[in-house]
């Protein structure tokens, strides 16, 4: 059963997400998140470098593990998941950068790679996983039709996924073919999930989510068997719920 908070727009969904968040860091002594990009997540950082800006938050003890990155651009690239977390949260707060882990698909080995980041997760137990969705049911990057018992790996990316992410690169021939993923068992292996949805565009998204029909044509349909994932939406992404 998900458990399904609707508020009001944008910015009260990103207060919910970072109280959510800010409490799990502060009740373990070592909390450990997994981390996710897209627009979806970015109020909630700011919202959580506000806490720590205000002294009522500190990273200092969190370890964190993000869900994927492109292949074939570099870190430096302004649009790789590694840039997009420094600039939107680790540079902001005091976060111990030996404690980010941030997939790493730029070697030659992309099986080795996976294998590498896929052995560190199973290492840890992550208490908060935060995710966004894609348009099509994606989490991470596991595209319709991933198994739900995949693991760690490389991604070839839907047509409607590099077209949704279009809008942050100068044209369609520079957004990467492919990503590394953490998989939806990894995913499922967090102590708490909690999904963030936002905007008109993600309405039909929620209807399919929501619809209860667990399905590997929708990735996102899974979380419906996870013991304890709460899912935030705004009345925009919820307008077309009866
Ligand atoms: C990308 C990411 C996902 C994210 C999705 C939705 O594809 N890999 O983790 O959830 O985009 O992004 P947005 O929040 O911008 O809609």
Avoid: W
């Avoid at 595209?143 to 070839?156: A, L």
């Amino acid at each position: 059963m998900l458990k399904v908070i609707v508020v009001k727009d944008y910015a009260e969904l990103s207060k919910k997400g970072a109280e959510i968040i800010a409490n799990t860091i502060k009740e373990n002594e070592k909390p450990i998140l997994g981390l996710a990009t897209g627009s979806s997540p970015i109020g909630t950082y700011q919202e959580l470098i506000k806490m720590h800006n205000e002294g009522s938050l500190s990273f200092k003890n969190v370890s964190s593990y993000n869900l994927d990155e492109y292949c074939g651009i570099s870190i430096e690239h302004p649009q790789s998941y590694y840039y997009f977390m420094h600039e939107q949260l680790f540079n902001h707060v005091d976060m111990d950068e030996a404690n980010v882990h941030i997939p790493s698909a730029s070697g030659q080995d992309l099986e080795a790679d996976c294998k590498k980041y896929n052995d560190a997760l199973h290492q840890v137990e992550i208490d908060l996983q935060l995710l966004g969705i894609g348009s099509n049911g994606h989490i991470g990057f596991n595209e319709p039709g991933t198994p739900f018992d995949q693991e760690t790996f490389v991604v070839k990316l839907a047509e409607g996924t590099r077209q949704d992410n279009k809008r942050f690169f100068n044209s369609i021939d520079e957004v990467p073919t492919h990503a590394m993923t953490m998989g939806i068992n990894n995913i499922m292996q967090a102590k708490k999930i909690l999904m963030l949805i936002s905007g008109s565009g993600k309405a039909d998204t929620v209807v399919r989510l929501l619809s209860g029909e667990i399905t590997t044509d929708f990735p996102a349909s899974i979380l419906h068997n996870h013991p304890d994932c709460t899912v935030i939406i705004d009345e925009a992404a919820y307008a077309k719920i009866k």
